[in-house]
């Protein structure tokens, strides 16, 4: 049996926060590193990354007076984590909107959902179910803690139940929010680090047979994907 990824959608926030974090980031370093903080951050080639984070009072970044992280202490866990309770969900589905628009999701038999920047009780898998209006005999797998690999755990675990059941049609759900966590750190290399994560979500579906579905239109029918 071959599997196979049949289309991607994806979404991220419109709060853009690279400018903003670069000319905070800027401000901890050592003088005499600056200069190659400036040359690493330009030869990155990043352009924008987006937050869910709120604008500051004065429609301002997240690290400004009156942000999220505003100078002073840094938030604790239970305010980032209220915040990725109710982004992540919203930020997932508009993934999952994105991937309905370029194919039917009838039939959902397998929901997988990897997210590792976050955690809320029920798990962000339930919500996205419940939301969705998923039947209650869909098998949900959520895939949490695993780092950046996790979107490959979580294509692979799809791969694994197609093969196993070549009717199964498995709706795969990413969804990141790195700028939750942000540390109060002035040494260049971490700084570095932050600077590459953003938020954003993708949606996938994955079935054991080329087409996604026998409604689908044959205009609307993405090029399927094999996973090898």
């Given amino acids: 049996m071959q599997a196979y990824l049949q289309a991607i959608g994806t979404a991220v926030p419109d709060h853009d926060i690279h400018q903003a974090f670069i000319d905070w980031a800027r401000t901890r370093v050592d003088p005499a590193a600056a200069k190659l903080f400036d040359r690493m951050a330009a030869r990155a080639g990043i352009r924008h990354r987006w937050s869910v984070l709120p604008r500051g ?23 980032r984590m209220a915040i990725y309770a109710e982004a992540a969900p919203a930020l997932a589905l508009a993934a999952i909107e994105s991937l ?11 929901l997988v959902v990897a997210s590792c920047t976050g955690f809320v009780a029920p798990g962000i898998d339930q ?3 419940a939301r969705l209006g998923l039947a ?9 803690f695993m780092g950046c690999y996790a979107a490959v755990v979580a294509v692979r ?46 949606a996938a579906l994955v079935t054991g047979s080329r087409a996604a579905s026998r409604s689908a239109a044959p205009s ?9």
Avoid: N
Wanted: charged letters at 20%.
């Fill in 57 to 79: 009072d004065d429609g301002g970044s997240p690290v400004a007076s009156g942000g999220f992280y505003a100078p002073g202490a840094l938030p604790g866990t239970h305010q």
């Fill in 127 to 129: 919500i996205i179910a």
């Fill in 157 to 202: 675990s799809a791969r694994h139940i197609v093969r196993s059941d070549p009717a199964a049609r498995v709706l795969v759900v990413t969804v990141e929010l790195s700028t939750l966590h942000l540390q109060d750190s002035d040494g260049i290399e971490p700084l570095l680090a932050m600077l590459q994560f953003g938020d954003g979500a993708a």
């Fill in 136 to 144: 209650t005999t869909v098998e949900r797998l959520l895939v949490g």
């Fill in 100 to 110: 309905a628009a370029k194919l039917p999701l009838d039939g959902i038999t397998h």
């Fill in 220 to 228: 609307r029918r993405p090029c399927p994907i094999r996973i090898t």
